[in-house]
């Protein structure tokens, strides 16, 4: 279903035109999960037609030196890259909120009904995380073996029916009980994101209007809610602002 005459850097501007639209409305007090909901819709869409914004893809393609693969110029690619670090840095993390295909088609399915999991406990999930990272760096430079096609991200987005598209398609299915599993639990472009989005200038925090009353924590999926939480792993869903009755919570910079 990719159409490959459409050019990768289609992908790549979409996800940066996507990312501060969401950053920009935010600001002004202007997101809404119908807003948001459009943009997963598009994400998705675009990791079908287009298999971009596909960065943990590119990451793992560019560290395995294989840049034909890459679409762009591999500057582009490393620029690319490095300027999403660089806005979850600043920004928090807009791309996997919204732009990513991969965690927009989890976010998606999360909204079906079901009965929801939680993961307790957030040191364990971070070091799952750090695991994963640590065997995608070494599978990829040590042994120049791509870990997210054995995961099937590729395959899922090309509908190529091989044996690890259902790997993937197992993972979506998870997704619909369990918030993000392949963000919080695999994605290694992502866990360099979330590092560098507990620096966060710009933040979702509450102001004075807050009475603690706890409403927000009880909605958010990755128990970042909380008045001192990091949001490391906050994907911006705005589940928090919506669920807080005092209008106590907004995008800002933070106070942390
Ligand atoms: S954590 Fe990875 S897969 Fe998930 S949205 Fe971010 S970059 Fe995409
Ligand atoms: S509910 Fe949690 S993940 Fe969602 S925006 Fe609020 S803090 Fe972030």
């Known amino acids: 279903m990719v159409i490959e005459s459409i050019p990768k850097a289609v992908g790549m501007a979409f996800a940066v035109l996507v990312s501060l639209l969401v950053v920009m409305l935010l600001l002004r007090g202007k997101f809404n999960r119908r807003i948001g909901l459009v943009l997963l819709v598009a994400s998705t869409l675009m990791g079908f037609l287009v298999f971009a914004p596909m960065l943990p893809n590119q990451f793992q393609v560019l560290l395995l030196g294989k840049t034909r693969q890459l679409g762009v110029p591999v500057a582009l690619a490393a620029v690319v890259l490095f300027l999403f670090v660089a806005m979850a840095f600043v920004l928090g993390r807009s791309f996997c909120g919204y732009a990513c295909p991969i965690g927009a088609v989890q976010e998606l399915v999360y909204k079906l009904p079901g009965k929801k999991l939680t993961l307790h406990s957030?040191?364990?999930?971070?070091?799952?995380?750090?695991?994963?990272?640590?065997?995608?760096?070494?599978?990829?430079?040590?042994?120049?073996?791509?870990?997210?096609?054995?995961?099937?991200?590729?395959?899922?987005?090309?509908?190529?029916?091989?044996?690890?598209?259902?790997?993937?398609?197992?993972?979506?299915?998870?997704?619909?009980?369990?918030?993000?599993?392949?963000?919080?639990?695999?994605?290694?472009?992502?866990?360099?994101?979330?590092?560098?989005?507990?620096?966060?200038?710009?933040?979702?925090?509450?102001?004075?209007?807050?009475?603690?009353?706890?409403?927000?924590?009880?909605?958010?999926?990755?128990?970042e809610a909380g008045a001192t939480d990091l949001k490391q792993e906050c994907y911006l869903c705005h589940r928090c602002v919506e669920a807080c009755k005092r209008n106590a919570i907004s995008y800002g910079r933070s106070k942390m």
């Not at 009353?213 to 999926?221: I, Q, R, T």
């Open 122 to 223: 957030k040191k364990i999930t971070q070091a799952f995380r750090l695991v994963s990272l640590a065997a995608f760096l070494v599978l990829t430079l040590v042994f120049s073996l791509g870990m997210l096609n054995y995961l099937g991200v590729h395959d899922f987005f090309y509908l190529d029916f091989t044996w690890y598209f259902p790997v993937f398609l197992a993972i979506v299915v998870l997704a619909v009980f369990l918030y993000r599993p392949f963000c919080r639990l695999v994605c290694p472009y992502g866990t360099i994101l979330s590092l560098a989005a507990i620096k966060g200038v710009f933040k979702l925090r509450r102001n004075d209007n807050c009475n603690e009353c706890g409403e927000c924590e009880l909605v958010c999926p990755t128990s």
